[in-house]
């Protein structure tokens, strides 16, 4: 069956790109002009399994940038659905919202959950890697221990193998690598004998430490070039900068799985666009023939998914 799936979206969604000149020049050119490419299908028709049985866990999730909310459902066999989620600003790149704004909000967040049924034991708090460097985390968590809420850490590492568990497909794990391209970091991942690798590189607001395209490019190129070819058939990517360059799909769409353009043709014109624009070329490299953004996947559901059930 996955050879029969395999065949036909090799005949649909085949292309070819013009990256494969994986220069370490320094030059200043880190948008390499891309051949024109045959005009292929646009969607990946894969349909997850349902859980059976499953029930409610919610994570709320502190990022550099976001304060999010998820509830998913989850069976013992690990198929989730996501049922509900939230999306608010923490800011803490900026150093802009103060402890109070940041623990109101995860009041807020933890009320709409329970209101929405999910058990207090199920509801969790985590700190991705990018937001445990501020220094505000240990202010925030010693605050919510008073209301005997505490925060887990995520490491970078962890967050590569949480992503990959909730996002590709068993089905195509042999022949596929993630990527989640976040405001503080980019994970690379994939699955190789077995174990699950990754690798944290920039992410999409590397312009604000004054990190040049040309060195960002190079160091994606390197990175994706660690990653065996067998697992470079399929990227599967997350990331908010990502959906923004397919938002209008997703919203005249039901779809969960939305196959991205070559990067040539969506906008650069705006700093944190062009950032992202020049990672996802520098990843636009054969043998890869579909890059697909998962518009409902996230590590926080594979952290979810990850819990002792």
Known sequence: MKALVKAFFILLLAFSCNTSNESKSSGSNSNPEIKSTTEVSRNFDYQPPAPIN??????????????????????????????????????????????????????EFRSEILEYGVQKSKIHIIASSSAVKATIIEELSKELS???????YISSNDEGQYALMATIPREFADESFLVDIGSGNTKLSWIDKG??????IHGSKYFLGDVQDTTVFREV?????????????????????????????IDRSERRYFVLKPPNEYPVDNEKLRAANVIYNALYLEPTYSYIFDSQSNFSIGYLINLEK
């Open 195 to 200: 174990d699950t690798l990754s690798i944290d």
């Open 54 to 107: 499953g029930e409610l866990y919610a994570v709320i999730e502190l990022g550099a940038l976001g304060l999010n909310y998820f509830i998913t459902e989850i069976d013992v066999q690990n198929r989730w659905s996501l049922k509900a989620s939230s999306y608010g600003r923490s800011n803490i790149i900026y150093g802009v919202n103060t402890t109070t704004d940041i623990l109101n909000k995860i009041y």
């Open 221 to 249: 190129r390197d990175a994706i070039l660690e990653i065996p070819k067998k697992n470079r058939n399929l990227c599967f990517m997350l990331g908010g900068m990502i959906y923004e360059f397919v938002k209008e799909e």
């Open 146 to 152: 008073k209301q005997n809420l505490f925060i887990d």
